[in-house]
């Protein structure tokens, strides 16, 4: 004990007066001064105040009392009076306080206490002793954040114990308020932590100086638990499917290879398992390691009645600790969701030891539940006639449970309108059924309903079940609805939609636009057409009338095209269908032939047929050829109209023989190819569809022509066969004649349509035409045939001007043969023989002339066959000229021809003004006046001439 204080003593019992205090070591002297005397056996009591305790936990030595007079007698003594005990002293306001709470999370713990009455020497340790499974075996100080001690702080850890030694620094006061931070320290489970002891000791001796023992201890909260995922196999609500869980832990699983673990699953209200689950795939990161179901519970879910809830617990079964930030996959199945899209529910999943200590819990995780399929579903009848009303069946699977109170919302297409009343009647559920409407307005397009009223009525029928027993998933409902007004015009309507939803309007199963209906007309009907004839080709157009053709033009509903409406003409499409009302279309006319024809209005692949229209007929007009070769087969074009547009077994005879093939080219012409033939002028008849055309007198065979002769050129006399060569000579024979210039062939053989063998006349003719008849045909060759030329051999003239030509191919007879001298005919020509004629020439002047010898058209000729003598000057009847005028000179000489050849006189260089020809010995000059000199006098005749020097001069 320490008795370094103050003392007060202070009388208690069996004795008074004043005491003094004094104090040597550990002696306590109390001096006693006045008071009265102490008799014998008295019990005494004083009360030393100021006494200090010993600083750490244990029991005193034994105490002495000794009693002594003033001069230090003894009186009385016990020197054995029993030890006492020192108890630890109190610690207060303590705490221990984790910085995070999470289990098993690395955190900081906060120590704070305020000493007692020891405080805390320099050489102390604080111990503190951590709950179990707290785990301490890395802390550390921080001493960042210690308060209220200094020095150094080491750290210890033996078990659940930490010790700070204390060494150095300046003793803590008693009663000083000490805060000590220390790290690494990991929680344990999710619970309460139970409770602390904070002690200090006196390090040298290991005594304990002060303490707490029953710090309060904390409420550990689970770690979180990242759920990356929840996936199913099928989310549609009410899919029986398997259900994927996707973790990431926090904190540890099966926590020393011992304590094992569990999954416990917390399903949102309506999932559920319709049979014991089983885990069906899972990847763990414990290879030896697997979950298996433990648990799993179900019942009535408080929200809603008829739902069902369920949790699951999953128990981990072999493998060792897990480490922190473990990931992990699970599969199960088979799970049913909950029957109601939209959002699931809260799941909430914990981690657990097999003793049920929490480790990590999840934070609320929610997933989108889709809406279910309405299966099979079918309106019926598929199709309705149009603009009448009906009632229609619907029928439908649902994918859901149909609880006691639920709706059916049966949207109709707009092409579907209510009347003023509609009913329905439903099968195969029970309840309290009622129907609703729920209106909007459609635009619709008028006709034959009210043209003032641009809208009607549809919208969704609204059946609603109240009460009932819950049926089973796949229950088929049918429902009955109707009246139902239907669309005037035809085509697909829209598809219905249907829903079932609860009371509070969240959707179960719904099936959207299916099974559209198809409207159609009833069959169109043809009661008149405004013209019962047409052109062949061409726009012309025709009106049908009739009824059922369809209140509308275009129409987006139908199967294909917009309009699905057709005309056809005897077989053929019309070039264009235009509608113009429910009763009434036009059709532009396609191009065809024939008669009664019928036409066939189709709508929509609904037909009606009315026969009476006929194209108008095949007229032939004129013909490309009017005559042809024919020997063989050519090709005819024929030239009219109404022959069609295409080759409507277009056919054409001649006469009796049709042609060999007719090939139509356009309304106004077709080719034939015709057959050979010979004669003369033919009939057409022109056929086309069932309707024929004539034109008579229009054709007739080429005439027979030529191409060669065998032999071109033939003696002048005798008669010989030639070869006749061309076309068109007949393909038999048939009356073939020949004629050569105007003479009949002396025979003619037909050989083939090319070739006629004659014997041809002898003639003197040189080039001649050949004639040939066929039947009645008759073709002629020019210049075909040539005879030898005549041939002049020798001219005999004697002074009586008769010449003697000799030659050859003059002709066998006389054929009007002539004679030429130079360019002046004989004045007579007799024919002698095939080698003379005689001619009688006229005069000859001053030159050397060719005899032409002609006999028919052949011409023969010898130059310089004659020759006459020139003209001579003798004489100039008065040689002296007039210098001052023109001077007639008279010009004597011979020679000077039989009459004017142009004859002219020059008087030197100057011709006479006037020239005369008189008689052959006489020329007569007018000389135009000179000057002086002799001049030389010329004479030009028939391009002779002959000159006189210095027969002239000037006087």
Known sequence: MLLDGTLTPTAIGGIDGNFGVSVQNQVVTLTRTGGTEVAENTVVQVSIDGVRNRITEGGTTNFTIQTAISDGSLIDEDLAVTEVYVDPGNLTNTSVTPADLRAFFLTSYS??????????????????????????????????????????????????????????????????????????????????????????????????????????????????LTVKNISFGDDRAGANTWVNLSLILSSKLNLGGSDGGKIDIELPDGFYFPSFPAVVSEQLPEPNAQFVVRNSTSSTCVSRTWLQCANLTLQLVGGGEWAYGAALEIAVSVIRNRPISGTSGTFRITTLSTADQVADRSEDFTVVMLINDVKNFTASPTSLIANTSDIVTIRFEVSNVVPPDCRFLLTLPDELTFEDVIGIASENFDGAVSVYRDFREVLVNRSTRDPTEATEKSGVVIVSRAGGTLLEQGTNIVFQVGNLLKKESSGFTAGFSIAMTTFDNITMDQAQDTSALYFIYETPVITSIDRTNGPTVGAASITVSGSNYGPIKVNAALRGASEQRELTVGGSICQSTSWTSDTAMVCTLPDGVGAAKTITVNVENQTSNYTSFTHDGPVASSLFFVNMFGASASTLTVVGENLGSAGYSTRVRLAGTACEATEWRSDTSTSCHVASGIGGTLALILSGGDQVGSISECLSFDTSGFGRLSLGNSPSSGSLSVTVSGQGLGSVEVSQTSRFGGSAGEASGWISDSSIVCAVPSSASGTTTVVLTASSLVASLSQALSFEKATVGTVFYNTSALVNITGSNFGSWDISSTAQLGGTACESSEWSSTSSVLCKGADGFARTVSVVMTGGLSTGSLSEAISFDSPVMQSVADGNLDIGGATLLSLSGSMFGSSDYSSSVRAGGTACEVTTWTSSSTVNGLVASGTSGSLRLIFTGSGTMHSISSLLSYQ
Request: charged share 10%.
């Open 111 to 224: 120590i704070a206490f305020t000493t007692g009455g020891v405080g805390l020497p320099s050489n102390s340790t604080i111990s503190i002793t951590l709950p179990t499974g707290v785990n301490a075996s890395g802390a550390e100080v921080d001493t960042q954040k210690t308060v209220g001690l200094d020095g150094n702080l080491a750290v210890s850890v033996i078990g659940q114990v930490v010790a700070l030694v204390r060494s150095g620094g300046t003793p803590a006061s008693p009663y000083d308020f000490v805060n000590i931070t220390l790290r690494q320290i990991r929680n344990y489970y999710a619970e309460y932590s139970g409770t602390y002891q904070i002690q200090t000791f006196l390090t040298s001796t290991g005594g304990l100086m002060e303490e707490d023992l029953a710090v309060a201890g904390n409420m550990l909260v689970p770690a979180p």
